[in-house]
């Protein structure tokens, strides 16, 4: 029932804010870095754990995403708080001078438990806006970078925790806060029903900024494209030089201002708030305004004008940290600029491979922050341990010129076919034991209708699925066909449709025939067809008495006929019909024997 209560959707945006500004607080490991420096660290080390983390978070997203449908947006994200947190409080209870520990447990779990979190408020809040998409990304995405912030003038300036409490206990008091935030911001990330949409909001046929093919590109058709190295590469330069500067921004600066004559302690001061206030708020502030430029201006111009000022700006930050005010004014610019790449690449994604798709494409996409998390702030730490600090922000600056010709050149890819069907071959194997306590089935609801008039993304894929529909397949045209078949039923999973058929009515004693069977994109290749053809052997013993199930599949659809062979059915018999295109086609009738099941 939770996952199909409506309440204000705002909260969401609430729930969104307090778990990312946790999730942020990888931007805060710089303050730790003076403590872990007195302590015998070098300065490549304290960049290999922030490395680490970073390259974690990436990975982890990917299978986060994965596993987004499977268990719920709150169930992932609770269990992201959890490992984020334990990562931060047994760093803390393991010496938190141990490079080993911190590498393994700020690094490595805290990392991951990021990883987990992150996508969820972006997912859950596209879905209870699809008025305001451009809106609700980039304020869940600014929470991110505003929450470096807090996190560290608390340990410093403001808050004195390592100062009054200790390295370690700071860790533990950080790690128990994580989880308590990201459990209560938890409590409202779940989807909205099947089919919901806000009052008065109509769908755009083709969105402005879409793909104006309905399917767009699958993961493995985007990875065979030049356009996602394109935009992968140039993700990897300006994440990669923007976390290199993160990493620094409190030791050179206060190298910098010490030069000049400051006292350590003031320049430290001075260093920490321009990285947990010009940095982090213009951070922040930067997600949401260069979403608002894209929408006005273009994704690719606005990555454009981004990367090639980012650039020109850290070239410059050498001859800025020196002085109080043009070190807020450098951090400001570099922190508005880093931000808008958390609001860019995701929606060029999207504009490029396809919306519907953008939550499969986008952790692969997002790998290119994990690779500028190692590549960028590691760079900086070996030239900071020989003291060049200088040629650190002047490489990675011409690296973002560089990145600026590279998506100079994108343009919207030419989509091969992608594989027309209802079924895969691998909707055939059976559920593991933590989908098959996912996954449940009941009778269809009238309010199922919107999801499942979505499954077909082409006509082709409309035709194999209701083959005398006329397309666009429409609620009423769905409903008025359910209600000339038998046990018309659904698989559901934490709310959401994920497979769909019906008995269609047969003179045949003993004979079951399936029809309209068709499983969710969303939801291909993890044993809802396997699930799906069992509660229907199932109905037709119990309510029909039958000892055999039919299915009939379009030679075409070679995709589902290959699931239904895995699935134990056997060709029987073949009758032509015509394809939309008045084409001739053979359609092929299955039986499958079902008495000793």
Request: proline share 6%; net charge neutral.
């Amino acid at each position: 029932m939770s996952e199909t209560r409506i309440f204000n959707r705002w909260l969401v945006v609430l729930g969104a804010t307090l778990i990312q500004l946790c999730l942020g607080a990888i931007y805060a490991w710089s303050v730790f870095t003076p403590s872990l420096i007195e302590s015998g660290w070098s300065k490549l080390q304290t960049q290999v754990v922030f490395s680490v983390g970073l390259a974690t978070f990436a990975i982890a997203m990917i299978w986060a995403g994965r596993k987004l449908p499977l268990w719920g947006p709150r169930k992932l994200v609770w269990t992201g708080g959890v490992v984020l947190g334990m990562g931060y409080v047994m760093a803390g209870m393991l010496e938190a001078t141990n490079f080993m520990a911190v590498t393994l447990f700020v690094g490595v779990v805290g990392g991951a438990g990021i990883g987990m979190g992150y996508v969820v408020p972006i997912a859950v809040g596209m879905r209870w806006f699809p008025d305001k998409k451009g809106l609700i990304t980039g304020l869940a995405v600014a929470g991110f970078g505003f929450g470096a912030m807090g996190w560290v003038k608390l340990a410093g300036d403001w808050g004195q925790f390592i100062a009054n409490f200790g390295l370690a206990s700071t860790f533990t008091i950080y790690g128990l806060a994580f989880t308590g935030l990201v459990l209560i911001g938890g409590i409202w990330m779940v989807n909205p029903p099947p089919g919901w949409l806000p009052k008065g909001y109509k769908p755009p046929s083709d969105p402005g900024q879409a793909r104006s093919d309905r399917s767009g590109f699958s993961v493995g058709q985007m990875l065979e494209t030049p356009q996602f190295y394109l935009i992968f590469l140039t993700f990897t330069i300006s994440a990669g030089a923007g976390l290199m500067t993160i990493g620094l921004m409190k030791l050179y600066p206060v190298e910098a201002l010490t030069a000049n004559g400051m006292d350590p302690a003031v320049a430290s001061g001075i260093a920490g708030t321009a990285m947990a206030v010009f940095f982090s708020i213009s951070n922040g502030i930067g997600r949401i305004a260069w979403g608002v430029i894209s929408d006005k201006i273009g994704r690719k111009r606005s990555i454009l004008i981004m990367t090639t000022t980012q650039g020109f700006i850290i070239i410059g930050f050498t001859a800025m940290a020196g002085n109080p005010y043009l070190l807020y004014l450098g951090a400001s610019l570099i922190g508005f600029n880093f931000g808008g790449n958390f609001a860019l690449f995701p929606t060029v994604t999207a504009d490029i491979f396809g919306t519907k798709e953008v939550g499969q494409n986008y952790p692969y996409i997002f790998l290119a922050y994990g690779l500028g998390g190692i590549l960028g702030p590691i760079l900086g730490g070996m030239l900071g341990d020989t003291g060049n600090f200088p040629l650190a922000f002047s490489i990675c600056g011409i690296a973002c010129t560089f990145g600026a010709g590279i998506i100079s050149i994108l343009k919207p890819p030419t989509k091969t076919e992608r594989r027309t069907t209802t079924l895969d071959p691998e909707d055939a194997e059976p559920l593991s034991a933590e989908y098959a306590t996912s996954f449940s089935h009941r009778e269809l609801h009238e309010d199922d209708a919107p999801a499942i008039c979505g499954f077909p993304h082409t006509d082709r894929e409309l035709f194999y699925m209701f083959p005398s529909a006329t397309p666009p397949l429409t609620v009423t045209q769905f409903l008025e066909t359910a209600k000339e078949r038998e046990d018309p039923t659904v698989v559901m999973c934490h709310g959401e449709v994920a497979g769909y058929a019906n008995f269609i009515p047969t003179p045949d004693d003993g004979i079951c025939e399936v029809g309209n069977m068709v499983v969710s994109p969303d939801f291909r290749r993890k044993g809802v067809g396997a699930y799906l053809i069992g509660v229907m052997a199932e109905k037709a013993r119990t309510n029909f008495n039958a000892d055999t199930l039919r299915a009939d599949c379009f030679n075409e659809n070679t995709a589902a006929l290959l699931f239904y062979r895995r699935m134990g059915f056997r060709p029987t018999d073949m009758q032509t019909r015509q394809d939309p295109d008045g084409r001739d086609t053979a359609l092929i009738q299955m039986h499958k024997n079902i008495a000793h099941q």
